[in-house]
Structures are given as C-alpha cells and as structure tokens.
C-alpha cells in the first residue's frame, strides 16, 4: 500500500505559474509511491493549521510554495509535537532556504528529488516559543519582505524587495540593546551593548536573495548560527565600511560583530519588531534564540 503523503501548496507563491505543473507534481509523489492528500492555503496561517492537524497515517508532508510557506508548517508541526519528515517544492520569490539545501528551482524536479527519499538532519531555530527555519532578524529592511505587495512580487519577482527596499532607507532607525552571545568553546556569554540597525541570526547562506552574506563556511546541521549585528554608523564612511565588510571585503569594522553561537538573546527598553523567515514575527522586548540542533529531517 502507498504511503499517505500531505502535499500543502500556496497557490499564490511567486508569480503563481507553477500551478500549471501540479499535475505533473502529483503524478511524480504518486509514482514515487505516495497517496497524495492536497491542501491549498487561502490566507495565511491555513498552513500552520493544517500541518498541526496532520494525521497519525502521514508519513511525508511537502511544503509548496516560499519560504513563508515553509516556516508555516514546520510551526505547525512543532505546536503539534510531530516529526515527520518534510520535503520542500521552492516556488516563492526568492527562496533563500532553497539556495541552502540547493534544491533545483523546477517544481518537477524537486518532487523528483523527494521521492528519492534521501533525508538529512538540520538545524531549527527556537526563537523564545516560536520555530524558524533560516532567519530571524530586526532592523533595517526586515519589513521588506512581509509588507511588499504580493501583486508586486508576482510582477517583478525579486526586484520588487529591492524596489520596497529603496523607499525604506529613509525610514532606518537604530535600537538600543544589551545583547548577550554565549560562546560555546569558552561556556560563557560575551556581552556586547549599543544602538544597532541591524541583526540577524540565521542558518542560510542566502538572505533577502543575497548570498554570502551570512558569512563563511555555513552549516546547517553544526548546532550553531551565523550572527551577524550592525552598529549604527556616523557618517558616510561608515556606511561605507559597513557595506564593503557584508559584500565580502576582509578588511575588519567594529561596526559589524559576526559570531556563531547556539544561543544568543537581546534585552530592549522598548519592543523591536522581528521577522522569521521573511514573516513578521511580532514586537518583543526580551528574546532569547537556541539552536535546535537536526531538529528536522527533510528531503535533499
């Protein structure tokens, strides 16, 4: 008897032509040798809904759609306790967590890919009570990605961040924070306090389509992030050093302090806003982030 297979897709991710190729999907999960179930989200949070709702009989649930869509159900399956393993079908706008696992961007051919069935063990993050996959972040142009049109990401694909993204350079503002890296070689924390624009904790070699950005020598599996946490800058030259330091240039800047750790937290007066995975993730004052270390099997 085949295996049930819970295939959840957003039929509006990226320019929503891949729908066209569900069929061909399907017909490659059923002679893989799957029963497939399919579920197509409406609004967001149907996703999470439905993954948490998975049954006892499941044995694969595929995530159609961006990296949105991803986080979705992987949050549903961590609120239900499940572990089932998951594939992955990248058709959003930039899938950055694709770049990652290097999955191929035709539809088809990443559900080849999964009923190869080859599983590999990554890392989650536990953002406080909250699960991401690849990114956590606050500051700016983190709101790019959830406050872009999804009409004009449909259009214009990925240029529609960039375009977002150049409206909101006048709108950065810096946030005073205590924030405490525990440093897993030594046991203890390095403390470091000030105003910054920027930070993100993450387990990708891709954000906001850019890749390298996270730095070198990225694993997803180690039980460790790549933290990266911008200064506010004074002046042009220090916009300058700090853009030269995160294309890839060697040559040190105080205002950028990279890490890898398994837990970091950060400590505000006020609520700073956060993404996940490109989603809003609400405004906190407190916020601890471990790493759950192979926390997810998925299909490679």
């Known amino acids: 008897m085949k ?19 569900l069929t061909d999907i399907f017909a ?85 890919l999964i009923v190869k069935r080859n599983m590999r ?23 790019v990605a959830y406050e872009t049109d999804q009409a004009l990401k449909n259009i214009f694909g990925h240029a529609a961040y960039i375009l977002s993204g150049v409206k909101a350079i006048g709108e950065i503002k810096a946030y ?3 924030v405490n890296v525990f440093d ?16 993100m904790i993450t387990n990708s070699i891709s954000v906001g389509g850019f890749r390298n950005i996270t730095g070198k020598y990225v694993a997803l599996s180690d039980g ?19 853009i030269t330091r995160l294309l890839g240039g060697s040559a040190p800047t105080p205002l950028v302090e990279t890490y890898k750790t398994s837990c970091i937290s950060f400590v505000t007066g006020n609520p700073i806003p956060w993404t996940l995975d490109g989603e809003f993730g609400g405004s906190h004052r407190d916020v601890t982030v471990r790493n759950l270390e192979k926390a997810l099997q998925i299909c490679i």
């Open 224 to 242: 460790l992030f790549e933290v990266t946490l911008i200064r506010k800058p004074k002046d042009i030259l220090d916009l300058q050093a700090i």
């Open 28 to 112: 490659t999960l059923s002679n893989g040798g799957y029963r497939v179930e399919v579920f197509p989200t409406q609004k967001h949070g149907d996703a999470t809904s439905r993954a948490m709702c998975a049954e006892e009989d499941i044995a694969l649930i595929v995530a159609a759609g961006g990296d949105g869509t991803l986080n979705e159900v992987i949050s549903g399956m961590h609120a239900a306790g499940l572990r089932l393993p998951v594939g992955y079908i990248p058709v959003g706008s930039t899938n950055d967590f694709a770049a990652s696992l290097e999955l191929p961007g035709d539809p088809v051919k990443a559900a080849e």
């Open 176 to 178: 005073s924070m205590k």
């Open 3 to 21: 295996e049930k297979l819970l295939f959840i897709f957003n039929p509006r991710s990226g320019t929503g032509t891949y729908t066209s190729k």
């Open 184 to 199: 897993d070689a030594a046991g203890e924390d390095i403390v470091s306090e000030g105003s910054f624009i920027y930070g």
């Open 121 to 143: 063990g990554i890392d989650l993050g536990l953002f406080n009570d909250n699960i991401f996959v690849y990114v956590a972040a606050f500051g700016a142009f983190t709101n």
